[in-house]
């Protein structure tokens, strides 16, 4: 990989790479390892934010297969499909997930080449004196949640200079106060923005024009993620299961065409989606009340089926003919880091 003179140093924030989806990364984070490759950008990448990335993916897993640390939860798996699960308690299924992630999130940016800044070179007091003097991340409220990022962002300080400056994509607002009087530190908001500042966008209007020439297909796709990603129903204690997408609408639509001809287009965009979902959940309106536990203790569960609709930021790879027009939606990633509420009764309350 051949790095262009003075080419900038991109950090990304955990919350970016979060979004951008699991490792090896979306469609978004291939286009970084174009302009890698291109030498247009270094990535730089620290010992604290992979930890936090690997640790947010294996919470999402954890609350999803939580349950076969239960004794009785692997029973009944057992005797109810004939498939016996290995004795695991939380702590261990935990680990597991965590060490999976640290792997293979290092190995994502080991594939991009990242430079990895380790916290522990940064000197304490330099941010205990941040922290007393209100300054820098601990200019807003919340002084104590801020000491992760206030060592991140001094590792990025000592490391920009004239010559190499930094860019720091992040959304949540934390860098920005910091960065003010950093001359050599720049803060851009998502990965379609630095795309955008490197010269990387191209016209949408064909684009967008393709995507909704195409809707049937996109919206396959979209369902398809959907199963794997999943929905939370706005009850508690609900499940939503078999979802089926009834149509999409496309929002504002941003597309970049990769540094290598011939390779897919990335487009980026939100789409509003329909679907019919079936769900299921406790039954709060006919439970009782333990006044020793203080809880409510449902009887029954309540099960139907429904139409909503919901939000989604979505990664679009589309593969281009011999000509560089769109020609066929080849893969879709959703961006959103968390799971979607939907409501399951528009018209009814449940607590």
């Not at 270094?42 to 992979?50: A, H, M, P, R, S």
């Not at 393709?210 to 199963?227: C, P, R």
């Not at 080849?330 to 939907?342: A, W």
Request: with cysteine; hydrophobic share 40%; aromatic share 8%.
């Amino acid at each position: 990989m051949k790095k262009t003179e003075n080419a900038p140093q991109v950090f990304v924030d955990a919350n970016i790479i979060i979004r951008a989806g699991k490792p090896p990364g979306g469609a978004e984070w291939g286009r970084v390892g174009d302009l890698v490759n291109a030498g247009m950008i270094t990535i730089l990448t620290t010992d604290l934010t992979v930890t936090e990335v690997a640790k947010k993916h294996a919470d999402n897993d954890y609350q999803v297969i939580k349950e076969i640390a239960r004794p009785h939860f692997r029973k009944l798996i057992d005797e109810t499909v004939g498939v016996k699960i290995n004795d695991i308690n939380k702590t261990e299924l935990w680990d597991i997930l965590l060490s999976k992630y640290r792997a293979s999130v290092a190995a994502m940016f080991g594939n991009l080449d990242a430079t990895h800044l380790a916290i522990d070179d940064v000197k304490p007091s330099v941010v205990f004196n941040t922290y007393a003097e209100g300054t820098g991340l601990f200019s807003g409220e919340s002084k104590k949640d801020q000491f992760p990022d206030a060592f991140i962002f001094e590792c990025l300080r000592q490391t920009a200079t004239k010559d190499n400056r930094v860019v720091i994509v992040s959304d949540d607002g934390d860098f920005e106060k910091p960065a003010e009087g950093e001359q050599y530190i720049q803060i851009i908001k998502s990965l379609p923005e630095l795309f955008k500042a490197l010269g990387y966008e191209m016209e949408a209007p064909q684009v967008s024009q393709f995507l909704q020439d195409k809707s049937d297909d996109l919206a396959a796709l979209v369902g398809e993620e959907i199963k794997d990603w999943g929905l939370v129903g706005d009850v508690e204690d609900s499940e939503i299961f078999d979802v089926q997408v009834l149509g999409l609408e496309i929002g504002k639509v941003t597309s970049f065409r990769s540094v290598e001809e011939g390779d897919d287009i990335l487009a980026v965009g939100a789409v509003r989606v329909s679907a019919n979902v079936e769900y299921s959940h406790p039954d709060w309106d006919t439970a009782s009340y333990d006044s020793e536990d203080k809880v409510l203790i449902p009887w029954r569960d309540e099960e139907g089926e429904t139409e909503v609709e919901f939000d989604l930021d979505i990664s679009i790879a589309i593969s281009v003919d011999d000509e560089g027009t769109p020609e066929k939606i080849e893969t879709v990633s959703i961006r959103n880091t968390d799971f979607q509420y939907v409501e399951l009764h528009p018209f009814e309350s449940y607590k």
